[in-house]
Nanobody, 128 residues
């Protein structure tokens, strides 16, 4: 049984930092690209960042480029998202997702339908 679990969310002031973590079990972690999505209040879920199976290729949504860094530790089956210079608009539920379709090793697309396993999410709230 595949289990995906996020942690590290919380309340932080604007300009602050948080690091999210995601562990995945029940699958070959190093055989899948991984991604972070988020859903802000009243908005649809959107991709934040994606990383290939080796960590060599990364994608970032324009609004987080230069502030967020995605990384992975395949030996620990763990995905990370380092978030710096947080803004009010970063407030959202953040989800970790495992790519399972359409070339599962790379982030060739960021379509939600290509990610078959999801965590329950971790809340990030940025205050002024």
């Amino acid at each position: 049984q595949v289990q995906v679990m996020e942690s590290g969310g919380g309340l932080v002031q604007a300009g602050g930092s948080l690091r999210l973590s995601c562990t995945a079990s029940g699958l070959s972690f190093d055989a899948h690209a991984m991604a972070w999505f988020r859903r802000a209040p009243g908005k649809e879920r959107e991709v934040v960042s994606c990383i290939s199976w080796t960590g060599d290729n990364k994608y970032y949504q324009t609004s987080v480029k230069g502030r967020f860094t995605i990384s992975r530790d395949n030996a620990r089956n763990t995905l990370y998202l380092q978030m710096n210079s947080l803004k009010l608009e970063d407030t959202a539920m953040y989800f970790c997702a495992v790519r399972t379709q359409s070339n599962k090793w790379y982030c060739s697309t960021t379509n939600e339908d290509d990610f078959g396993y999801w965590g329950q999410g971790t809340q990030v709230t940025v205050s002024s």
